[in-house]
């Protein structure tokens, strides 16, 4: 038997067969669950569909058995390029990770938030903009834009053997070249600055992340990835991007 359901935002899905109740709690998951007999004994397979990142992972039993990429991807963290022209605003931590280095704004995913809700609380905190889809009219000001912060994948790392060690979310906000934004601006997390695209992707600039593996691709290409850092320590010993199947972001 097969039966599978697709739940909208925040709803909460039952599912009972065969004394078998599987309750869950989900943004735009996709549930596919099975149950039957294999060699004699009783199974239940579950496929479960991240839309917003496009992993399948497969339970039997209740037992880990497969996921898409060949690893389970509990994405804590979002991050966010924010481009006005030929330009990002970067900014360079104070803390770890990527102390001293220039890097997107973003943060950890914070309990019962989505990853579009903490990118745009992120943005808001660490640079004081506030987008229109979260602004009140009453509170209106001059860093309220009418852009959005667009879903342009997720970034993953894992150390060489495949040991999965994190991930983020990936978004882009695009904003009109009139948009006014003084910088240096300094900051509770770092400073804040405007850099452009060729100073943040030349060869020789050891100042920033590791931006110039996606962000080209993250910026110029309409399409979604997921992009794939493997280290060894701190050096990138593999990266790869693959397209995502899914590339629909449900807030």
């Known amino acids: 038997m097969l039966g599978k359901y697709l739940l909208g935002y925040e709803m909460v899905g039952l599912f009972k067969q065969k004394n078998v109740t599987i309750i869950f709690n989900a943004k735009a998951i996709t549930i596919e669950v099975r149950v039957g007999v294999l060699k004699g004994l009783p199974f239940i397979e579950q496929k479960i ?17 497969g996921i898409m990429d060949g690893v389970i991807m509990e994405l804590q963290y979002t991050i966010c390029f924010i481009k006005r022209g030929d330009s990002i ?8 990770a990527w102390m001293g280095k220039w890097n997107g704004v ?5 309990k019962d938030e989505t990853p ?3 990118i745009v609380r992120e943005i808001e905190e660490e640079t004081g903009i506030v ?23 997720k970034i993953t790392w894992e150390e060489v053997g495949g040991q999965y060690t994190g991930g983020m979310y990936a978004f882009l906000l695009e904003l009109p070249e009139v948009f006014t934004y003084e910088t ?18 030349h060869e020789k600039n050891t100042g920033v992340a590791n931006l ?3 962000l080209p691709k993250l910026i110029n290409d309409p399409k979604t990835y997921r992009h ?24």
């Open 49 to 65: 569909y991240n839309v917003m990142t496009g992993d399948i992972l497969i339970l039997v039993n209740d037992q880990t058995i």
């Open 89 to 96: 605003l970067l900014l360079n931590r104070e803390s770890p």
């Open 106 to 110: 973003g943060g950890k995913i914070e």
């Open 116 to 118: 579009y809700d903490c």
């Open 131 to 153: 987008l229109a889809s979260v602004a009140h009219l009453s509170d209106f000001t001059s860093l309220h834009v009418q852009s959005d912060a667009i879903f342009k994948g």
């Open 184 to 201: 240096p601006r300094k900051t509770e997390e770092g400073i804040l600055d405007w850099k452009s695209l060729d100073w943040i992707l």
């Open 212 to 214: 110039k593996y996606f």
């Open 228 to 251: 794939r850092f493997v280290y060894d320590g701190d050096l990138v010993d593999e990266f790869q991007s693959t397209l995502l199947e899914k590339t629909t972001l449900v807030d």
